[in-house]
């Protein structure tokens, strides 16, 4: 097949500018709809009244954009996140809609702060989280919307996370204990003292966690993995310690639950599989299931409501399309269109994204997807295995720009979602600590293989990619593993693990024990690190090497990257390096991912044969 028979180029601007419009949220009465939409090239917030022609922008940042917002329980302002330049040091802004009355509510240098809690029956008042005092820890303080006054309610005294209970009570709490485990503690009111009523060792540490306080505050809903494979739904009554199960699956994690905002029962629990699944629990929101699943193809998720709860937002994600976001009416059970996040995708061929999975040499089940070409045949591609990060995530079924960008330029994408990823109960996450740069990686490379045998792929034009853990993957495969790939693209990867460690954000400390017990511990395994770390390998690189970073990178430091590309230079080995000192753990501004995608595209081309731009 020539070239001039393949579908036409998407161009970068249309995958990875910014979106014509996404991340619509209604307002508390049902009557207003706010969304992030371009002002002059930077993502801004605009609102419309439902029904009228009236949008307009009501905010007017200029440099990174507005990334997430929520409208304010009063419906009178709506607030959003905002860091400098990456650093995730993020403060809390809002904007009053009446008189576009702009306010830091944050306005602390060297402070991250978080969102706690929000309820309708507190109109004026949010509990936000501030590392303020202990830059390992955020206490919770009591914020006024009306004066912008803060007040300490919570001296955190080494908790990772809080639970509220609807009176706006802190009461519930996530523990990290220094074995790896995590405890669930309770409190019965503000005055009395912190109990424990779930402690779980390190095998459930990352499946367990405290949901919501039942609407009378006796019970505790969680998700936890204890006595089971797979993160359980589970209702703790905090008298007796007794359990009652409200949803399980023997090999999928609980992945999202939806309660009345009222009653604070369970309506529906949703699963990602190769899918999404979502089980009905409540009959009363069993048409609306139905009615949402019939709107659109692809998978949906519930993405907010009004306070009467009578109207809901949807999004529906495709493999092959934009995201498209609906209202859905649940008194006349109809639904309307409200827009598509990036409408020109519509103007050309996307590639379908296929579930596969595969035995690990071990015998471990694998799942990934592969995201064909589209227009070409399936047989000795060029290929390119993109990593996720966390490595406590996983890639999912939907529209990923990045697949669509590389099959669209005539590559294979493989994604494996290899041991150490979440959602596929704990045997499967637990096979990945300290498996760093060993089996983990075995995982990616035998997803290949099986991908080699099915003659899909040209084993000597392979690519491996990722970002965070997946910028790690492709160091390890240019250091570990070089006879495998044909070149690699590092993005934010970590290049040695002791430092890596030794350098996490401090209000991470609390879950330091993580990194200890999964990947290792740099006081006690410091020769364990050293020999999964790409840099002790570093003279092994024999393929071409791009790496990009961003400078104010607050999880994966600047010397991380530098380090490596310094070995590279002592050793003669050919790489580009992109730094972007005004990006973060990824990179935010569009001009910013285009100047690299662009960068990669070339390098890509050069190196596999694919097309370009």
């Known amino acids: 097949m020539s070239v001039e028979e393949l579908p036409p180029l998407v161009p970068r601007e249309v995958l990875f500018g910014n979106p014509e419009r996404v991340s619509p949220e209604v307002s508390p009465d049902g009557r207003m709809l706010a969304w992030l939409a371009p002002l002059d090239g930077v993502m801004n917030i605009w609102v419309r009244t439902i029904g009228a022609d009236d949008d307009r922008a009501v905010t007017d940042d200029t440099d990174r954009g507005v990334q997430g917002f929520f409208w304010a329980p009063d419906g009178r302002r709506i607030l959003f996140l905002r860091d400098a330049a990456g650093d995730e040091n993020w403060r809390i802004n809002d904007v009053h809609l009446e008189s ?13 702060a978080r969102i706690e809690h929000v309820d309708k029956k507190f109109p004026t008042t949010i509990l936000v989280g501030l590392n303020r005092d202990d830059p390992q820890l955020h206490d919770v303080y009591r914020l006024d919307l009306e004066s912008g006054e803060l007040t300490k309610i919570v001296e955190n005294p080494g908790f990772a ?37 779930v402690e779980v060792g390190q095998t459930d540490s990352l499946t367990t966690a405290p949901v919501a306080f039942s609407a009378d505050g006796r019970r505790l809903l969680i998700i936890s993995s204890e006595d089971a494979n797979a993160a359980r739904l589970a209702w703790l ?16 994690d609980v992945g999202g639950v939806r309660v009345h905002p009222d009653t604070i029962e369970v309506e529906f629990v949703t699963f990602v599989k190769d899918r999404v699944e979502h089980v009905v629990l409540d ?28 109207t809901w937002l949807v999004s529906f994600t495709l493999d092959d399309g934009p995201v498209r976001y609906w209202s859905w009416d649940r008194d006349a059970r109809e639904g309307t269109f ?88 704990k045997a499967f996450l637990n096979a990945g600590d300290k498996a760093w740069g060993a089996a983990m990686h075995d995982d990616l490379l035998d997803g290949l293989a099986w991908a080699v045998e099915q003659g899909h792929v040209d084993p000597a034009r392979v690519a491996i990619y990722g970002g965070s853990y997946g910028g790690y993957a492709a160091l390890v495969g240019a250091t570990f593993t070089p006879d495998v790939f044909a070149c690699a693209i590092d993005v934010v990867g970590p290049s040695n693990l002791k430092t890596l460690i030794e350098s996490i954000p401090p209000y991470w400390a609390p879950l330091v024990a993580q990194f200890h017990t999964r990947v290792g511990n740099p006081e006690t395994e410091e020769a364990f690190l050293w020999e999964r770390s790409p840099l002790s390998k570093v003279d092994q ?32 080995i050919p790489h580009e390096y992109l730094l972007f000192e005004d990006e973060g753990h990824g990179f935010v501004k569009p001009e910013n991912r285009l100047r690299f995608y662009a960068a990669a595209e070339r390098f890509l081309a050069e190196h596999l044969g694919g097309r370009a731009e």
Do not use: C
Not at 237 to 252: F, H, I, K, N
Not at 286 to 295: C, F, M, S, W, Y
Not at 348 to 362: G, H, S, T
């Open 541 to 572: 690189i024999r393929i071409p090497m791009l790496i990009a970073q961003g400078a104010n990178d607050p999880r994966v430091k600047q010397a991380e990257s530098e380090q490596i590309v310094a070995a590279m230079v002592a050793n003669g």
């Open 161 to 197: 996370g809080f639970v509220t209970d609807e009176q706006q009570q802190v009461r519930g709490a996530a523990a990290p204990q220094p074995d790896g485990g995590i405890a669930i503690l309770v409190r019965d009111d503000t005055d009395s003292d912190w109990r424990p009523v």
């Open 338 to 425: 409200l827009f598509e996040h990036r409408p020109a995708l519509s103007q050309y061929v996307l590639a379908k994204v296929e579930p596969f999975a595969f035995a690990a040499r071990d015998g471990l089940e694998v799942h990934g997807y592969l995201t064909f070409p589209p227009g070409m045949p399936r047989h000795d591609l060029p290929t390119v295995l993109v990593v996720h990060g966390g490595p406590w995530a996983r890639d999912t079924w939907g529209f990923a720009p990045e697949a669509q960008w590389l099959a669209n330029r005539g590559y294979l994408v493989i994604q494996v979602n290899y041991r150490g990823s979440t959602g596929f109960g």
């Open 283 to 310: 009959p009363a929101v069993a048409p609306d299931v139905e009615g949402i699943t019939a709107l659109d193809d692809g998978d949906w998720a519930l993405q907010g409501a009004d306070h009467a709860d009578r």
């Open 100 to 112: 576009g009355a702009q306010r830091d509510l944050t306005p602390f240098d060297d402070v991250q």
């Open 237 to 252: 009554d905090l008298s007796t310690g007794a359990r009652t199960v409200v949803a399980e699956d023997p090999q999928y």
